[in-house]
């Protein structure tokens, strides 16, 4: 069965993970979509307010798995019997940033990082930029799935 973990801190989740996702799950038997929990980061939304946006994004969908964690993620892969980690490149700082964790990830145990190019559309989106625009009260819901919605 072949496993993988799509790690992130979804603060808020936005359409740019929901198509690496969408996407990535054809690939695998089980996607866990894992929220790392960092005391030291402070967040816009809570933890449950995080996991479920997502939860709600998938019901009904039996590959997919919504969890929470705190460490290093090849700590939560080892624990999980998870081989790959999913993540998303929206342009070359990523690949910069992400090939240093890649690398150190697997010096530290013997999983694979599957990287897939993000959808043209949705590859402007990042969190930083939707929690600006929600601070500012701009219409954010262009950017984020119907899910993410604040009360
Ligand atoms: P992190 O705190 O690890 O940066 P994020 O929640 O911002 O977590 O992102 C998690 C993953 O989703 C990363 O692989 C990131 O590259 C990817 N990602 C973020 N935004 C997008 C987007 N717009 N399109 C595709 N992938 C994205």
């Avoid at 992130?8 to 936005?14: E, K, L, Y």
């Avoid at 530290?108 to 897939?116: G, K, R």
Wanted: proline share 4%.
């Amino acid at each position: 069965m072949k496993k993988a973990v799509f790690p992130g801190s979804f603060d808020p989740f936005t359409l740019g993970h929901l198509d690496i996702i969408t996407r990535g799950v054809t690939l695998f038997d089980e996607l866990i979509i894992a929220i790392g929990v960092n005391s030291d980061k402070k967040y816009m939304f809570s933890l449950a307010q995080r996991k479920k946006f997502i939860e709600d994004s998938f019901i009904g969908n039996p590959k997919i798995k919504v969890v929470t964690y705190e460490g290093l993620t090849v700590d939560f892969c080892k624990k999980n019997a998870v081989e790959f980690i999913l993540r998303g490149l929206r342009n070359p700082a990523d690949f910069e940033f992400e090939k240093s964790i890649a690398h150190t990830n697997r010096d530290l145990a013997p999983i694979e990082t599957v990287f897939l190019l993000t959808a043209a559309s949705t590859s402007y989106i990042s969190s930083s930029i939707v929690r600006e625009v929600i601070k500012h009260h701009g219409d954010f819901t262009r950017l984020v799935p119907e899910s993410v919605r604040i009360t």
